[in-house]
């Protein structure tokens, strides 16, 4: 039997994006300063606590080592001055309060490279370039599942990893990338009606589930539509959902064991959280006006990374541009997705299934920040990012919208914008405009 040949098209469909990514988000882990201000810093030490400690930090014990610090203020490897740590606040770990999947998954390449700080840094941020390509791939996946042509799924799949906001957060030290790695192949087993082993199939699912959640809070608005994908998939039932529970509890009582004892509670942000409010501002606007101008801020700050000073000159038709095409397309795609939904009483194709989950995804989400917000009395301009966890369910709205309107158009509008975000990633910086930095 002669072994299978790829078209070379075929082969370059898949290589052409994924070179492209990983050339962006390279140039990002070099360029962009130690540390950027992501937290980035914080999440360092996360990671170097695990690495060269063998222990997880724990929150209101946990101090961010100096000679981080001393990277922090590009001093290296002169030690902080005591003015220096009063400005960060005497450098609390205050992203202890984290899961930690990530932290575990990075804390071998830094240690491998603790050698140099400043290395094993650009060591852990490669690795989330890597983490990026694989998210880029999962996304691709998730559409020629559900019936999304192949140049339509790469080209969405291309335009929301490359954007600005994205592309730069997940090219530094962060557990954002890899939960959202989870979450996009915990979609790909959710969509999937009639699995072959349904009991092993939702163990997985349970596992991959767990694991999300132990990478960043935040995927926990995913529970509803993980019952709801099981609910849908006839009966029996029980099984099912016996197999999902055992599994999600199996990858989740490691940290159980450790955190309990250690905090009292399995989720310590839930408890300690309001206690590192002094570091921001986080005082709800009043009035419409108020609020108009801080929508406009989440809205911006989900396109653009923070640290970019966006200019008022020629360059500010970029901002404008994205801010009314791109946030109508994924309002315009997630409506459409949603309606459709709605109109069915059955979600028997593959496409109706994943936009059932997709709409209920981004329901979830929706009221768990609402109420997040109202439970702690806060709003942040950059909340929004937490939308980036939630990618798959908007990379499947825009895939019915290019079986809709046509994948030539949504095809040509994405490549559009993937055009767009490298322009703008080289324009920005030749301009002088960013990046907007601190101290």
């Known amino acids: 039997m002669q072994p299978r040949r790829w078209p ?5 469909a898949w290589l052409i994006p994924i070179a492209v990514l990983l050339g962006l988000q390279t140039v990002l882990v070099f360029r962009e300063q ?106 691709i996946l998730l559409l ?53 082993r349904p009991r092993l199939h939702s163990a997985v699912e349970g596992v991959v589930f767990a694991l999300a959640v132990l990478t960043k809070l935040t995927a926990v608005a995913l529970l509803p539509v993980v019952v709801l994908a099981w609910l849908t998939r006839g009966r029996p039932q029980r099984p099912r959902f016996v197999a999902g529970a055992t599994g999600f509890g199996l990858a989740l009582a490691p940290w159980l064991v450790w955190a309990i004892p250690v905090y009292g509670i399995p989720v310590p942000f839930v408890g300690r959280h309001p206690r590192i409010f002094h570091l921001a501002d986080f005082a709800l606007p009043h009035g419409l006006g108020s609020w108009s101008s801080y929508l406009g801020r989440l809205v911006h700050y989900f396109w653009f990374p923070w640290e970019w000073q966006l200019p008022s000159g020629t360059w500010r038709w970029l901002d404008l541009a994205t801010l009314s095409v791109g946030s109508l397309l994924l309002v315009v795609a997630t409506v459409w997705g949603g309606l459709h939904v709605a109109r069915r009483r059955a979600w028997q194709s593959p ?76 324009g920005f910086y030749l301009a002088g405009t960013c990046p907007r930095c601190y101290p």
């Not at 959202?180 to 790909?188: E, G, K, N, Q, Y």
């Not at 490549?415 to 767009?420: A, D, E, R, S």
């Open 34 to 139: 130690i540390f950027s201000p992501v937290d980035e810093l914080q999440h360092v030490d996360y990671v170097r606590t695990i690495a060269l400690q063998a222990r997880l930090p724990v929150f209101g014990d946990q101090q961010v080592d100096l000679g981080l610090v001393s990277l922090y203020f590009h001093q290296y490897p002169a030690p902080p001055t005591a003015a220096q740590l009063q400005r960060i606040g005497g450098a609390p770990s205050y992203e202890s309060l984290q899961f930690p999947v990530y932290y575990m998954a990075a804390a071998p390449v830094y240690k491998a490279l603790s050698f140099d700080p400043k290395l094993a840094v650009y060591g852990v941020r490669l690795l989330n370039v890597l983490f990026s390509a694989a998210w880029l791939v999962l996304l």
């Open 351 to 426: 496409m109706d299934r994943a936009l059932l989950l997709s709409s209920a995804s981004l329901i979830s989400f929706a009221l768990a920040y609402a109420v997040f917000v109202v439970w702690l009395n806060r709003i942040w301009e950059t909340d929004f990012r937490e939308l980036y966890l939630f990618f798959a369910p908007l990379a499947i709205a825009l895939g019915y919208l290019a079986l809709r309107v046509g994948p030539r158009v949504v095809s040509a509008i994405t490549i559009g914008f993937v055009v767009l975000w490298l322009v703008a990633d080289v």
């Open 144 to 196: 020629r599942r559900v019936g999304v042509g192949r140049v339509p799924a790469i080209s969405v799949s291309l335009a929301l990893t490359l954007i600005p906001g994205v592309a730069l957060r997940d090219s530094q030290v962060i557990n954002e990338v890899l939960v959202s790695v989870l979450v996009t192949a915990l979609f790909i087993l959710l969509v999937d009606r009639f699995p072959q």
């Open 8 to 12: 070379a098209s075929s082969v370059l």
